[in-house]
């Protein structure tokens, strides 16, 4: 009796279970997928940042949920904020951090919302404002079987459509020895703006992680291009950016117009070369010539 009446509950439980697991199912299932994408931030020592998260969709008939979903952002896999998106899908996060260095953004979207996406990282830069910044054409960096364009895009790795281009040689440990002890880097994916931005950042810096490359900012030029770029950073007031390396006519001519230095990698055929632009036929001559 007693294990008929045992046995009967087991069932009822399972029941429950059962019911409650569909009904799950049901709600994951109903649930809207939407794309989460996080953009990379610099700031000081001590000085508040402003970290920008949006989540898109890939029809307009869902456009209205992109509203009000609650977002969570971590800093270095440590909760570090909550924010709701307006109607247009974006959040702004504050964080104010305390030393020096690299740290790692994620932010990911509340299990109850009525939006599914995939967690986003991103990069956060901490620097102080006296140490050099080098400026690094993604160009420079790869193989030159990779360019679709005179602007030196990085098309393929950036929207991961593609295969990525292998490094060029040397350019990761080269790169690590500048960065060490002196420079601060910012990787410039291509010279003018990108709608495709956020995705064309994010496949950049899984590149540069699978790759081994020193830890940076990753910045997809404004409306304005490369030089409004160059611009926009003296205006923060980071003037220490004197220093370029890159490939392609375009990237040297502007940094020169800047008065900046710049290295081009490798060689340029005999008579491309701008005035006053530095070469070198390979990584391992970089950090002589700059």
């Known amino acids: 009796m007693a294990e008929s009446f045992h ?37 000081l020592p001590n000085q508040t940042v402003r970290i920008e998260a949006r989540l898109t969709g890939k029809t307009l008939a869902a456009a209205p949920v992109w509203g009000g979903v609650a977002l969570q952002l971590h800093i270095d896999g ?90 060029a040689p040397d350019a990761a440990a080269e790169l690590s020895r500048l960065t060490q002890y002196y420079y601060n880097v910012v990787y410039v994916p291509g010279s003018e703006p990108s709608p495709a931005e956020a995705a064309i950042t994010g496949g950049v810096r899984r590149w540069l992680e699978s790759h081994k490359f020193p830890a940076g900012l990753v910045v997809m030029p404004a409306p304005g291009g490369l030089s409004a770029m160059i611009e926009t950073f003296k205006q923060d007031g980071w003037t220490t950016m004197k220093t370029g390396i890159g490939r392609t006519r375009s990237f040297a001519d502007t940094l020169l117009h800047h008065r900046m230095e710049v290295v081009v990698v490798p060689e340029m055929p005999k008579g491309e070369l701008p005035r006053k632009a530095r070469a070198a036929k390979e990584w391992k001559e970089v950090r002589k010539k700059l």
């Open 7 to 43: 046995l009967q509950s087991l069932r009822g439980l399972m029941v429950v279970l059962l019911c409650w697991a569909m009904s799950t199912a049901g709600e994951a299932a109903d649930k809207i997928t939407g794309t989460l994408t996080v953009k990379d931030a610099l700031t």
């Open 78 to 167: 440590k909760p570090a904020g909550l924010a709701k998106t307006n109607e247009g899908g974006q959040a702004i996060f504050a964080y104010t951090p305390k030393m020096r260095g690299t740290n790692v953004i994620s932010v990911s979207i509340d299990a109850g919302a009525l939006v599914a996406a995939e967690k986003t990282e991103a990069t956060l830069c901490v620097w102080e404002r006296r140490r050099p910044i080098l400026l690094v054409e993604m160009a420079a960096i790869m193989q030159p079987r990779e360019f679709t364009s005179p602007s030196g895009s990085f098309a393929s790795a950036g929207t991961m459509t593609e295969p990525p281009a292998p490094p």
